[in-house]
């Protein structure tokens, strides 16, 4: 399969959450496409992360379908969709801050290959685990602290270890919630190269605000505005769509140019 | 060799020595917290490494404490080496039965789930001819651990029991230190930390959490095994809340996710125990009334204060 | 099982049922409003059930001692919420737990001190000491019918104070978001004391009124406690009608299961939560 390079991994299809009588996301459509990155826009509280839930089985959706590989995934818990391929990072820093950098990353990797009934094997003698977590590391741009105790770290640096994280467990289907945020210009600047590394083989899904990034390694975007798909389409198609301008790009505090 | 070792040599030798004494009063209180050791120790997965606050486990100590009596024919020695693994194999096995409703729920509810269903079991050993009654059951004779004839050793001997009790602590203390390092303790201690992390990763954590479970429940089974042994006689005491408010008392005077501590909690437990009981018979009173004070006034715990003695004394400095 | 007896169980369920919710409403209230596991919460029961043995004695009437008893409780709850549990909010669930297992030791042993282990009996007011014929060969207690009384003037007030006052209001939103009670700028402390000397109260006056039909002996408080948990287990915690509606599930399941099954009578009530926590671990009426 791997060798149709357009080929569409993930697909969500008019997925609705609903909270009481809140809509939060209604009849969202979203394509991840290997060897793409799809970008979700929208304003705060315009149904991003849910719809980021939604897909990483963090949240069940109310309503719609979701599909892996054809596959119907809706009904798979969070653990499960991780399993088949799917990996997320999540928007509010979610890291295990008293273990090591490599600890954090070597549990991910463990994740593949878990063996739980070898109870009396070492961990720290895993080599094959220990060894891809320090590539997953040093991917992510992490290698200088691969010691450190992860609370520590600075924002930032906690960001690149969650990419670690999802890369340490193969992950086919990239769901990245705000990699970027609080990084500085140039930490941003290396997260921006190191997603265009991985786009190649995956897809993968970004929820972001910043715009020179966005633009930078988006393939397509899709608008939400208020739970739902205000436009979906290439770079060029949303910068020049007028409901876009109208609804989001137009109101100065949430467009970041 | 590092001083932590040493100092666990150190610790290991005495108990070596206490059956040397002569002193059968202190060897049977010795070995009475060994067995409370081993309880706690087996709670200490659950509660300083997995996150799971059990308040019912005493129910696994007094299933396999049960079990012995219950296995063993009336008037001669049941086998040692059937007895033990059956009635630590039952405890496992209820444990692991329990474990797939209490695992359903979370935080507060697990604490209070927990106890309902060790009160369960109480009552299913208190009611029900399983159990005896409120009176409990004699254990007339012990688990012989002859072999065909050749008998290692007496469990009828003192000394014996004493050192066969502490071989399972060691045993104990050796295989916990073992999986807690292995790809599943690791885990544990993820879930521990993260669990809904764990989860996004890929981990189906109830399936560890209820192994985990299980597992306390058959090495708290070890120790309800050793405590029947020991008395000869079992009540549904054994599986009553105090009995499981008391093992977690001694998890967390030890400091949690600690098998040192553990032990040392037990220690601490019986220590108390006895130093307030000869004061008064209310002597629960003043245990109440330090546990109230430590929590208030300690906060982080007994645990805590060796960490704050050591920042005190090096001034605060290191932050690495 | 004949119409008659059907009835006397039935009446008998309701009211074990009421008694307990007078219990589980503080606690789910403790639990869903601060937050707090309470394992001293069966002790307040045994201190009123107490209470009302020595206030009887010296007032000769348990009216009066309910009526000195109820206040007392208030006081020493609110007292306590100052002293002890007002610095355990923002403790994790252990500690909670290890605070209120020390309490337990300490109530106890003070009742002994003070009391004695001794179990007493309390004698019916005269007034309520009659029985109602309900056939040839069956009469029902009067005081029992006073009890369930009580119980449901009791639910019905409170529902009133949680739907129609201002202190329920801020009970109901505390319940659903404490930072957003803060906000309107409601004293939140002034609250948690209410709601808890109201915990403690409610668990006593139980007590109290269980006096005379139960009799008074030492840990019974901690098997109230249990079956407490058990109730606010399947009604949900913080929820207040899933706790009346568990506490009557519980209390015919209690009821019948020591009629129908004698030889399960303990294990009912936990088998009927094991099957709750099968079907819905969060309780059947927790929301979402």
Same mark, same amino acid.
């Given at each position: 399969m791997s060798d149709n390079h357009n080929e569409?991994?993930?697909?969500?299809?008019?997925?609705?959450?609903?909270?009481?009588?809140?809509?939060?996301?209604?009849?969202?459509?979203?394509?991840?496409?290997?060897?793409?990155?799809?970008?979700?826009?929208? !304003?705060?509280?315009?149904?991003?992360?849910?719809?980021? /839930?939604?897909?990483?089985?963090d949240l069940p959706p109310s309503d719609g379908q979701i599909l892996f590989m054809g596959k119907d995934i809706t009904g798979l818990t969070a653990a499960q969709r991780s399993l088949v391929g799917i990996g997320r990072s999540y928007q509010r820093t979610n890291i295990f801050p008293k273990f090591t950098v490599?600890?954090?990353?070597?549990?991910?990797?463990?994740?593949?290959?878990?063996? !739980?009934?070898?109870?009396?094997?070492?961990?720290? *003698?895993?080599?094959?685990?220990?060894?891809?977590?320090?590539?997953?590391?040093?991917?992510?741009?992490?290698?200088?602290?691969?010691?450190?105790?992860?609370?520590?770290?600075?924002?930032?640096?906690?960001?690149?270890?969650?990419?670690?994280?999802?890369?340490?467990?193969?992950?086919?289907?990239? @769901?990245?919630? *705000?990699?970027?945020?609080?990084?500085?210009?140039?930490?941003?600047?290396? =997260?921006?190269? $190191?997603?265009?590394?991985?786009?190649?083989?995956?897809?993968?899904?970004?929820?972001?605000?910043?715009?020179?990034?966005?633009?930078?390694?988006a393939d397509t975007i899709t608008v939400m505005v208020n739970g739902q798909v205000l436009e979906s389409g290439p770079p060029a198609q949303i910068k020049a769509s007028v409901a876009v301008q109208q609804a989001y790009l137009g109101s100065e505090d949430s467009f970041h140019v | 060799?590092?001083?932590?070792?040493?100092?666990?040599?150190?610790?290991?030798?005495?108990?070596?020595?206490?059956?040397?004494?002569?002193?059968?009063? &202190?060897?049977?209180?010795?070995?009475?917290?060994?067995?409370?050791a081993i309880f706690a120790m087996s709670l200490d997965l659950l509660v300083g490494f997995t996150g799971l606050v059990s308040f019912g486990h005493a129910a696994y100590f007094g299933v396999a404490a049960y079990a012995v009596a219950q296995l063993s024919p009336k008037y001669e020695a049941a086998s040692l080496w059937f007895v033990m693994p059956a009635a630590v194999g039952i405890s496992a096995l209820v444990a692991l039965f329990v474990g797939l409703f209490v695992l359903r729920t979370k935080g507060i509810y697990f604490i209070m789930v927990t106890l309902a269903f060790a009160q369960l079991a109480f009552f299913v050993f208190h009611d029900t001819p399983l159990g005896g009654g409120s009176d409990g059951i004699y254990l007339n004779v012990k688990p012989t651990a002859s072999i065909a004839g050749w008998m290692p050793f007496d469990l009828d001997n003192q000394t014996h029991l004493y050192y066969f009790i502490l071989a399972m602590l060691v045993l104990v #203390?050796?295989?916990?230190?073992?999986?807690?390092?292995?790809?599943?303790?690791?885990?544990?201690?993820?879930?521990?930390?993260?669990?809904?992390?764990?989860?996004?990763?890929? #981990?189906?954590?109830?399936?560890?959490?209820?192994?985990?479970?299980?597992?306390?429940?058959?090495?708290?089974?070890?120790?309800?095994?050793l405590y029947a042994v020991v008395f000869g006689f079992v009540t549904p005491e054994l599986l009553s809340w105090h009995q499981s408010g008391n093992v977690l008392l001694m998890v967390i005077l030890g400091g949690m996710g600690n098998l040192?501590?553990?032990?040392?909690?037990?220690?601490?437990?019986?220590?108390?125990?006895?130093?307030?009981?000869?004061?008064?018979?209310?002597?629960? @009173?003043?245990?109440?009334?330090?546990?109230?004070?430590a929590v208030l006034f300690l906060p982080g715990g007994l645990a805590a204060i060796p960490g704050r003695i050591k920042r005190s004394l090096q001034g605060g400095g290191s932050n690495e | 099982m004949d119409f008659a007896s059907f009835l006397i169980q039935t009446l008998n369920?309701?009211?074990?049922? @009421?008694?307990?919710?007078? $219990?589980?409403?503080?606690?789910?209230?403790?639990?869903?409003?601060?937050?707090?596991? /309470?394992?001293?919460?069966?002790?307040?029961? =045994?201190?009123?059930?107490?209470?009302?043995?020595?206030?009887?004695?010296?007032?000769g009437s348990l009216f009066m001692a309910i009526l000195l008893g109820v206040p007392l409780a208030l006081i020493f709850g609110a007292f306590l919420e100052w002293a002890l549990f007002s610095h355990l909010y923002k403790r994790d669930h252990l500690e909670q737990v290890l605070l209120t297992y020390g309490l337990i030791l300490v109530f106890e042993e003070l009742r002994s001190l003070l009391v004695g282990d001794e179990v007493h009996g309390i004698d019916i007011p005269a007034m309520f000491n009659g029985s109602i014929q309900l056939s040839e060969v069956l009469s029902y207690p009067v005081y029992r019918l006073v009890i369930?009384?009580?119980?449901?003037? @009791?639910?019905?007030?409170? &529902?009133?104070?949680?739907?129609?006052?201002?202190?329920?209001?801020?009970?109901?939103?505390?319940?659903?978001?404490?930072?957003?009670?803060?906000?309107?700028?409601? /004293?939140? /402390?002034?609250? #948690?004391r209410v709601v808890f000397a109201l915990g403690v109260a409610l668990a006593a006056l139980a007590g109290m009124l269980a006096s005379p039909i139960s009799s008074v002996f030492p840990n019974m408080g901690s098997q109230v406690l249990i079956i407490s948990f058990v109730i606010v287990v399947i009604g949900g915690i913080g929820s207040v009608w899933g706790a009346l509606a568990a506490a009557l599930i519980v209390g015919f399941a209690d009821t019948f299961g020591k009629v129908l099954l004698p030889e399960l009578s303990g294990m009912v009530v936990y088998i009927v939560m094991a099957g709750v926590l099968l079907w819905r671990p969060e309780g059947i009426f927790k929301k979402g």
């Open positions: 569409a991994l993930l697909v969500a299809k008019k997925i609705t959450r609903r909270f009481g009588g809140l809509v939060a996301n209604q009849d969202v459509c979203v394509d991840l496409i290997r060897g793409k990155v799809h970008v979700l826009l929208g !304003p705060n509280g315009a149904g991003k992360s849910t719809c980021i /839930n939604m897909l990483s089985g490599l600890e954090n990353v070597r549990l991910a990797a463990q994740s593949r290959n878990q063996q !739980p009934w070898r109870i009396f094997s070492k961990a720290q *003698e895993q080599k094959w685990a220990l060894d891809k977590a320090r590539a997953c590391i040093e991917e992510a741009g992490l290698g200088k602290k691969v010691d450190w105790v992860s609370g520590v770290l600075s924002h930032g640096e906690q960001r690149q270890l969650e990419i670690a994280m999802v890369l340490a467990t193969d992950a086919q289907v990239m @769901l990245l919630d *705000e990699p970027l945020a609080g990084m500085g210009s140039d930490e941003s600047a290396k =997260m921006v190269e $190191v997603l265009k590394r991985l786009k190649p083989t995956r897809a993968i899904l970004l929820v972001e605000h910043d715009m020179d990034a966005v633009f930078a390694v | 060799m590092n001083a932590q070792l040493l100092l666990k040599l150190v610790g290991l030798a005495i108990l070596l020595c206490v059956p040397l004494t002569g002193e059968s009063f &202190y060897t049977e209180l010795i070995a009475k917290t060994l067995v409370l #203390y050796l295989f916990l230190g073992r999986i807690l390092q292995s790809p599943f303790g690791r885990v544990l201690v993820g879930i521990k930390s993260n669990e809904h992390r764990m989860q996004s990763m890929g #981990y189906l954590t109830f399936r560890y959490k209820l192994a985990a479970f299980a597992l306390a429940g058959g090495l708290g089974g070890i120790a309800g095994f040192v501590g553990a032990i040392a909690g037990a220690f601490v437990f019986t220590g108390m125990q006895e130093v307030f009981g000869t004061w008064s018979k209310h002597w629960q @009173l003043i245990m109440g009334g330090v546990i109230v004070a | 369920s309701l009211q074990y049922g @009421l008694l307990l919710f007078l $219990v589980a409403s503080g606690l789910t209230l403790v639990f869903g409003i601060m937050g707090i596991i /309470n394992l001293a919460h069966g002790s307040f029961y =045994m201190i009123g059930a107490y209470l009302a043995f020595v206030l009887t004695s010296t007032t369930s009384a009580v119980c449901v003037v @009791l639910a019905v007030a409170l &529902y009133f104070v949680i739907q129609r006052t201002r202190l329920g209001m801020m009970i109901r939103a505390g319940n659903h978001d404490r930072t957003m009670v803060e906000a309107l700028g409601i /004293n939140i /402390n002034m609250i #948690y």
